[in-house]
């Protein structure tokens, strides 16, 4: 079983739509959660911290399910440039190891 | 401005060469990482050091080489062992210890040719 697993995609979303992507992980002693996106042929950047009270940001909302081990991130109003590849990790063990999803990749349509 | 930065951004090897990808911080992060992307894949770990003259092998460590003698440089190696090397390699870095996000450079695409 993967650590962190991800549905690969691709969603193919209509523009205003909103989608929603889950990330699971095995480990229960994860401290920290992240989500990143990755545009085609660019380097990953940080979308958002997860936190556990969850938080949103602008049309974004992340949250984080604990005793499912699972995090969750919500795009309301879908745009085209929201179209990307978005990556969960998580961090475990005493050197904070970072554990990344394998992506899910997203396409919004016109 | 703080970054990290990865040069070149494009190169090309030819089969049987050792090449070495460098990766500069300015950030003063202590953690710093590589990773491997292939087409529609996700990253894979190949080293990572959470300290000056300390790194550790990842998931595919095998036919790369890394050094870190300052805090700021990890630079990596591909060598000849490495038998299907083209790929985009990315290097991050993190403040060790803590549950800060990683910053990347921008990545080098290594092909073979």
């Known amino acids: 079983r993967k650590e962190v697993e991800q549905d690969p995609g691709p969603f193919n979303v209509p523009e205003g739509a909103t989608v929603a992507f889950n990330c699971t992980y095995s480990n229960s002693a994860s401290q920290s959660f992240f989500w990143y996106r990755q545009d085609c042929r660019k380097e990953p950047k940080l979308l958002m911290s997860v936190y556990s009270s969850g938080n949103e940001d602008g049309r974004f909302t992340a949250q984080l399910n604990r005793a499912s081990q699972y995090i969750s991130l919500l795009i309301r109003d879908s745009k085209l440039s929201d179209s990307a590849t978005y990556l969960c990790?998580?961090?475990?063990?005493?050197?904070?190891?970072?554990?990344w999803g394998a992506g899910t990749k997203l396409i919004i349509k016109p | 401005d703080g970054g990290i930065t990865q040069s070149p951004k494009y190169l090309f090897r030819k089969e049987g060469q050792n090449v070495t990808l460098s990766c500069e911080q300015n950030l003063n992060h202590d953690a710093m990482y590589w990773y491997r992307q292939d087409p529609g894949q996700g990253l894979r770990l190949i080293y990572y050091s959470q300290i000056v003259n300390d790194f550790q092998k990842g998931d595919i460590a095998e036919g790369y080489s890394v050094s870190r003698e300052k805090k700021e440089s990890f630079p990596l190696t591909v060598t000849s062992a490495q038998k299907n090397p083209t790929a985009f390699y990315l290097c991050?870095?993190?403040?060790?210890?803590?549950?800060?996000?990683?910053?990347f450079g921008q990545g080098t695409r290594l092909t073979v040719v």
């Open positions: 991050a870095s993190s403040r060790a210890g803590t549950n800060t996000e990683a910053f």
């Open positions: 990790v998580v961090t475990e063990g005493s050197n904070y190891q970072l554990i």
